[in-house]
């Protein structure tokens, strides 16, 4: 356990062993598990054309996880600088081995295309011109909660125009997020265990080292200041009774859960 004392003798600090990179990794490794074992379903020959369209973060996993195995990957996004989470520790070891385009033209040249760009992404008439194999698309909504995302929402409308022998659909939630995306998932995580751990008796507050990384990485188009700021210990929590941090992280984790639909 890391731990310091605080204010005063009988005052500790405890500081989760986790870290925020390691949250985005579990909750991404949920969805790429789930997408790689439902294609392992189908004996695909290692060799067929797998396009992953959309980056962030869903699509960089399963790119990394796919490339254990699969041979011939193109990472697709309209943002080139997403290219470089390839070359880091998010959604797994940095890999050399898919390539990577900003031509929106080459999602049709898949055998199998895995759509990751949730509200706003590839829309219903770029679908329809999809003829393949596999077509795989990502639920960008949680729980259904919330009205005005699910009527946002057209990932069926997408489904349904695609021609294509398997499709699915990757449905994640369990902790009560309005969207399935890894940062509302992590925001969630961490708003949730905030409240668990003031509820224990003793705490005095506490707090998680959460920045607003939508900036940092559209905008200010930082990757590496990304890394670096989610190389931190998750939770910091003052209270004169310490208590596991982590065990309770993986405790909430544990219930988010990806399924292929």
Do not use: W
Request: proline share 2%.
């Amino acid at each position: 356990m890391n731990i310091d004392t605080g204010i005063t003798s009988e005052v500790f600090t405890i500081k989760s062993e986790t870290k925020l990179i390691d949250i985005f990794n579990r909750i991404i490794d949920k969805k790429s598990k789930a997408v790689f074992d439902y294609i392992e379903s189908l004996n695909f020959d290692e060799n067929k054309r797998i396009i992953v369209i959309g980056t962030y973060f869903t699509g960089v996993g399963i790119v990394k996880r796919l490339a254990e195995k699969y041979k011939n990957i193109l990472l697709i996004d309209i943002y080139p600088h997403l290219e470089e989470l390839l070359d880091t520790e998010l959604g797994g070891k940095p890999i050399n081995n898919v390539d990577f385009s900003t031509d929106l033209n080459l999602i049709y040249s898949g055998d199998i295309v895995i759509d990751t760009t949730g509200f706003g992404g590839i829309n219903v008439e770029q679908s329809s011109k999809l003829d393949v194999e596999t077509f795989i698309i990502e639920d960008p909504v949680a729980e259904d909660n919330d009205e005005l995302l699910a009527k946002k929402n057209n990932i069926h409308e997408r489904l349904d125009v695609v021609k294509a022998k398997n499709k699915a659909i990757i449905k994640t939630k369990g902790i009560d997020t309005k969207t399935s995306g890894t940062m509302t998932l992590t925001i969630g995580a961490l708003t949730n265990l905030l409240n668990r751990f003031l509820e224990k008796e003793g705490v005095l507050y506490c707090a998680c080292e959460m920045g607003f990384y939508e900036e940092i990485i559209f905008k200010q188009k930082d990757i590496d200041k990304f890394i670096e700021q989610s190389n931190v210990n998750a939770f910091k929590v003052s209270t004169i009774n310490p208590f596991d941090l982590d065990e309770l992280i993986a405790e909430e984790i544990n219930k988010i859960a990806t399924e292929m639909i």
